[in-house]
């Protein structure tokens, strides 16, 4: 089975600088996705950013980008020009590219909480 | 509509009774999942419908917890004899997955649950 690992609990940054998180994983698969989910304190499950693992060029959204090393299963986001409104939890997930049965679940990692500091 | 809706968005039960939360996923989205969050906690997996396979039951917590999906669209979590540590956010999302097709989940707002 598939697991995803968030070893940071908790990080700060201060506004304006750079901070990456990291998330690790275990599988035995060659195709599949990742994502990076962003939470605030409203609760509402916002995507930051998504790879896919056939992609060998990381992905960019804006300040966002991750750091995807398929063979070290490693997929670190990477947040730059840090802004208040980033302060949330930050969830790392895994899913298979196979669909159907319990394959094509969307597994979770337990969450890293980002504080930025004005 | 344009967005997953969860409903109802809080919920304060006793406990012994039975709830229900429903979720209304995305128009034409084949996936369908359930996650729990306790407070300050990560998504705890329940339940994964995807199209017309049999679904994935396996983090469902005991038998009190069982969810349906009516024609392959809404979705009904229903707990029964609710206790305590049923309290919880539980969250639904969907998505469109398929061969050669695969987007990301779109969460809707949660019910918060509260046994008393």
């Known amino acids: 089975a598939q697991t995803v690992t968030q070893s940071q609990p908790e990080m700060s940054v201060q506004e304006a600088e750079t901070v990456t998180l990291s998330c690790t994983y275990d599988t035995s698969e060659s195709d599949y996705y990742l994502f990076w989910y962003k939470q605030p304190p409203s609760r509402q499950m916002i995507l930051v950013i998504r790879q896919e693992a056939y992609k060998q060029q990381n992905a960019t959204e804006n300040r966002f980008s991750v750091n995807f090393q398929k063979a070290a299963k490693s997929f670190s986001l990477k947040i730059s020009d840090s802004q208040l409104g980033d302060a949330a939890m930050y969830f790392c997930?895994?899913?298979?590219?196979?669909?159907?049965?319990?394959?094509?679940?969307?597994?979770f990692g337990k969450g890293t909480k980002l504080s930025v500091k004005p | 509509g344009a967005g997953v809706s969860q409903s109802p968005s809080n919920k304060v039960t006793e406990k012994g009774k039975d709830v229900e939360l429903r979720c209304d996923p995305i128009s034409g989205h084949t996936a369908l999942y359930w996650y729990r969050q306790s407070l300050g906690q990560g998504l705890e997996f329940l339940i994964y419908f995807q199209g017309n396979s049999a679904p994935d039951k396996s983090g469902l917590p005991s038998d009190r917890f069982s969810a349906e999906r009516t024609g392959g669209s809404v979705s009904t979590l229903t707990i029964q004899r609710t206790q305590q540590e049923d309290s919880a956010v539980y969250l639904c999302?969907?998505?469109?997955?398929?061969?050669?097709?695969?987007?990301?989940?779109?969460f809707g707002q949660g019910t918060r649950l509260t046994v008393v």
């Open positions: 997930a895994y899913r298979s590219a196979m669909y159907g049965g319990s394959q094509g679940n969307l597994i």
């Open positions: 999302a969907s998505s469109l997955v398929g061969h050669l097709t695969n987007t990301e989940a779109f």
